[in-house]
């Protein structure tokens, strides 16, 4: 039986992504606890960027991973109950939180440096599987959307344009 989705189309373009990142993230939880990674997947850019340039405030996060505010927040709260990160008032405006990584968290990153290793080299199989330069062409896309919003996009295809 061909696929429902596929028939649809590129019209489906976000549905397919969706479908494959759900798959990824999926294999990721699944696979992570075997290399010692016990943070969420979706929360490992979230560590990470706390490492690399932490403490950070939620609005900092969420621009820095190009990700909602709301969504950023959940992951905070996974993080915190995890013990992995801490928020304290900033010190020069105290309506803003910052967050930062504990010694707990700072382990976990060591851990999860370690399986990205295995993960980089999984996905790039995979995308070589896919044709082409899946990954450069995502990023051209990626960027595209910054220059001109998809909305936009859309809009242009309207019959009155």
């Given at each position: 039986m061909n696929d429902f989705i596929e028939q649809q189309g590129p019209a489906f373009l976000a549905h397919l992504l969706r479908r494959l990142a759900d798959e990824l993230i999926a294999g990721a939880a699944n696979w992570y606890p075997t290399a010692g990674v016990t943070a969420?997947?979706?929360?490992?850019?979230?560590?990470?960027?706390?490492?690399?340039?932490?403490?950070?405030?939620?609005?900092?996060?969420?621009?820095m991973l190009r990700q909602s505010h709301p969504?950023?927040?959940?992951?905070?709260?996974?993080?915190?109950?995890?013990?992995?990160?801490?928020?304290?008032?900033?010190?020069?405006?105290?309506r803003k939180t910052l967050i930062r990584l504990t010694a707990k968290g700072k382990k976990e990153v060591e851990k999860v440096?370690?399986?990205?290793?295995?993960?980089?080299?999984?996905?790039?199989?995979l995308m070589d599987e896919g044709g082409a330069d899946v990954w450069a062409s995502l990023w051209r896309m990626e960027r595209a959307c910054r220059k001109t919003p998809f909305a936009e996009r859309l809009r242009r295809m309207e019959p009155d344009h």
């Open positions: 969420p997947p979706r929360t490992i850019s979230t560590l990470l960027a706390l490492q690399d340039h932490g403490p950070l405030g939620v609005t900092e996060l969420a621009t969504l950023v927040i959940v992951w905070i709260k996974e993080l915190t109950a995890l013990s992995f990160i801490a928020s304290k008032a900033h010190p020069g405006d105290g440096r370690k399986a990205l290793f295995a993960m980089e080299q999984a996905s790039k199989r």
